[in-house]
């Protein structure tokens, strides 16, 4: 079965910039679609990147794009997300995801997530 785990979160600056990282085992990264989720302070958890199997490019919610950069390395069974320009706004639990057969009902919503890692948190705080 599917694990995985997260890694990176911490305290950073209005501004700054933090990777994380989702280290997967008992299976290979290559046959799943992966996203990446937030879940802030009192609110709901939204997508914020997707790989779909197959396609190179990420997809993007809106709130993220053009700050945040997501990438896999297939060698090293991971997935990152590259965080810049971090605003308070983006203060939140992530959590990296994977399933086989996701649907993108909006750009926060990646339907058909079947496996979760525990998340990491990140705090933008001055």
């Known amino acids: 079965q599917l694990q995985l785990k997260e890694s990176g979160g911490g305290l950073v600056q209005p501004g700054g910039s933090l990777r994380l990282s989702c280290a997967a085992s008992g299976s290979t990264l290559e046959s799943y679609t992966m996203g990446w989720f937030r879940r802030a302070p009192g609110k709901e958890r939204e997508g914020v990147s997707c790989?779909?199997?197959?396609?190179?490019?990420?997809y993007y919610g809106d709130s993220v794009k053009d700050r945040f950069t997501a990438y896999r390395d297939n060698a090293k069974n991971t997935i990152y997300l590259q965080m810049n320009t971090l605003k308070p706004e983006d203060t939140a639990v992530y959590y990296c995801?994977?399933?086989?057969?996701?649907?993108?009902?909006?750009?926060?919503?990646?339907?058909?997530?079947?496996?979760w890692g525990e998340g990491t948190l990140v705090n933008v705080s001055s």
């Open positions: 995801a994977a399933g086989r057969y996701v649907t993108i009902a909006s750009d926060v919503d990646y339907m058909g997530m079947e496996y």
């Open positions: 790989f779909m199997s197959g396609d190179p490019d990420p």
